[in-house]
């Protein structure tokens, strides 16, 4: 098949993380014998990815008088730093239409990432026939934002077949009772070995946070939490709260070490030097939320024990996963951690039990669950 995406965000460059999900899932459709043309926001950023299969065209995104709607910190954090980014965002949608419109005829099936704006684009270029819409986080906020509780009948008819990554969302926009309304989260990449070095138990624990410095993320819980535990902690990632974050570690009676951004050889080497993954994001009945956060899984299939506080969006992590995801609340956080710092046969148990635990979320198998709503 040849397979139309439409996204709101796409990497612009190696090792960009934005949109990498929609990346890893075209490439996992190519290894499958498809071929995906890609409609994803410009940005000065942009360089060519080369990825064989895989076309991106780039499409207009903002006006000259507003700030872009998307990448930097995401669409929810743009909005809320400068509401004027919604003309951007709004723009968007007639240029992304219009592309789309351009190459509908030679399409197969269309996927619609971020469902709002692109589900409304390609069901009005290609059609809801063989069109399968994605639901993020950030769409489901806007979703609620824009349209309000009455917002999933009004767009449930731009797709044939909707996908939430996470079941909590689709809760959320009211759609589960819809047979047509799915789950399935985005996928991971799974190490080549499944089995981790056995950790030295004299060693003292390590914690890492990995991913965007943004509001949403509160990753001062967890420098509060190790600091109060006496955990050393790295800091994977960069984003508008990096300086806020830096100068309350200074403060910390324990190492907390900042490393940016980090390409794929980077986060093997330190997901294999840590020992918990601390997941501390906000979650609001009404606000902007999580969906199905990608590093906690990756960490799993790497040994690493997961600790995360105990909202809807963890709570669904760990019913699924099972024992190596651990919760605690809030004032908790750094309580949990150090038991966990204090019992090495507990975390050699929970990490041994990690790597096999979210096999299911391989990248084969989430293109698999993905090519039977295509071709339906």
């Not at 899932?25 to 990825?51: F, I, K, N, Q, Y």
């Not at 960069?238 to 570690?249: I, K, N, S, V, Y």
Request: charged content about 25%.
């Amino acid at each position: 098949m040849r397979i139309g995406v439409a996204t709101t965000s796409y990497p612009r460059f190696e090792g960009d993380p934005a949109g990498s999900f929609v990346r890893a899932l075209g490439r996992a459709l190519v290894a499958r014998g498809h071929t995906c043309e890609v409609l994803a926001p410009d940005d000065d950023a942009a360089t060519a990815l080369g990825d064989e299969g895989i076309e991106i065209e780039r499409v207009t995104s903002r006006l000259r008088a507003a700030p872009p709607a998307f990448y930097g910190a995401g669409v929810p954090d743009n909005l809320r730093r400068d509401p004027r980014a919604l003309a951007s965002a709004l723009a968007f949608v007639p240029r992304l239409t219009l592309a789309a419109r351009a190459r509908a005829k030679r399409w197969d099936a269309a996927m619609s990432h971020w469902a709002i704006p692109s589900s409304v684009a390609l069901g009005a270029s290609f059609g809801a026939t063989r069109h399968v819409a994605v639901w993020h986080s950030a769409d489901v906020w806007l979703a609620r934002r824009l349209v309000g509780r009455g917002a999933w009948p009004l767009l449930r008819g731009a797709a044939a077949e909707h996908v939430f990554v996470a079941a909590h969302l689709r809760a959320r926009l009211g759609a589960d009772a819809d047979r047509r309304a799915h789950v399935i989260p985005m996928g991971i990449e799974l190490p080549r070995s499944l089995t981790r070095v056995a950790r030295d138990p004299s060693r003292a624990l390590r914690a890492l946070v990995l991913g965007r410095l943004v509001p949403i993320k509160r990753v001062e819980l967890a420098i509060e939490a190790c600091d109060r535990a006496g955990v050393s902690l790295v800091v994977a990632g960069d984003g508008p709260e990096r300086a806020r974050l830096e100068a309350l570690a200074r403060r910390a009676t324990v190492p907390v070490r900042f490393v940016g951004v980090v390409d794929e050889a980077a986060r093997e080497r330190l997901l294999a030097e840590s020992d918990v993954l601390l997941a501390t994001s906000a979650h609001s009945p009404h606000g902007a939320t999580e969906g199905y956060p990608v590093a906690p899984r990756e960490a799993l299939a790497h040994g690493v024990v997961v600790l995360a506080t105990d909202d809807p969006v963890h709570t669904e992590l760990a019913r699924r996963v099972g024992a190596p995801v651990c919760l605690a609340p809030e004032p908790e956080l750094a309580r949990a951690l150090a038991q966990l710092a204090g019992d090495p046969r507990r975390l050699s148990r929970l990490s041994a039990e990690a790597c096999g635990a979210v096999r299911a979320d391989a990248w084969p198998n989430v293109a698999r669950a993905f090519e039977a709503l295509l071709v339906a």
